[in-house]
């Protein structure tokens, strides 16, 4: 028995606009933090939840991706189950930074590596492939911290506006999912044993 094309469309559809939501709202929230933080008190507590909100949409997104990915082939899944471990390590650092009543957690850069990794790594699967532009948009999500946040970093930058950048990139893709770009072409493959 194999699940119908239509029901992977609706579930990549789904996930699009958690990425969409997920990838607005990171960018405000950064660029809030930019030109309004540090936050203190209330509003640093408001600001951490905000982005703790923004780790689950994500998650969610992620998960209803699975089954998907399952039928890009192994390397796609894999790589969707590392950005999961980062996306998890995300909300342990955003916890964190909770506790200590900083901004700062050393899980924010590792979850951020380990993001960058797997969204590396189910793009290659997905162009490999061959389902579509969808895996470009993947692709560039996962290269996007090497080009801009990663540099920043090294060079001691405290500008939050890369950061925020990478809520774009995250919304484009989501918008890629919604249009259904790479989604069709190999739904009606997957086996119904993927995982959901």
Do not use: E, F, K, V
């Given at each position: 028995m194999e699940r119908s094309s239509t029901e992977v469309?609706?579930?990549?559809r789904l996930s699009g606009a958690l990425f969409a939501v997920g990838g607005a709202g990171w960018m405000t929230i950064g660029v809030i933090s930019e030109f309004f933080g540090p936050f203190s008190g209330a509003t640093f507590v408001i600001a951490e939840l905000v982005w703790m909100i923004i780790h689950f949409t994500f998650l969610a997104a992620l998960i209803g991706l699975l089954g998907l990915a399952a039928s890009?082939?192994?390397?796609a899944q894999s790589g969707i189950w590392v950005v999961l471990v980062g996306r998890v390590a995300y909300v342990a650092g955003e916890a964190h930074c909770l506790s200590l009543g900083s901004d700062f957690s050393p899980l924010l850069p590792i979850a951020l590596l380990i993001t960058t990794i797997g969204m590396i790594l189910a793009g290659v699967g997905v162009l490999r492939a061959r389902a579509g532009r969808g895996g470009w948009a993947v692709l560039i999500v996962g290269v996007y911290p090497l080009l801009l946040m990663f540099p920043l970093v090294i060079l001691g930058s405290e500008s939050l506006l890369g950061i925020a950048g990478w809520g774009i990139v995250w919304a484009v893709l989501g918008v890629t999912l919604i249009i259904g770009r790479g989604v069709e072409s190999t739904a009606?493959?997957?086996p119904a044993t993927g995982t959901p």
């Open positions: 469309s609706t579930r990549s890009r082939g192994r390397l009606g493959r997957m």
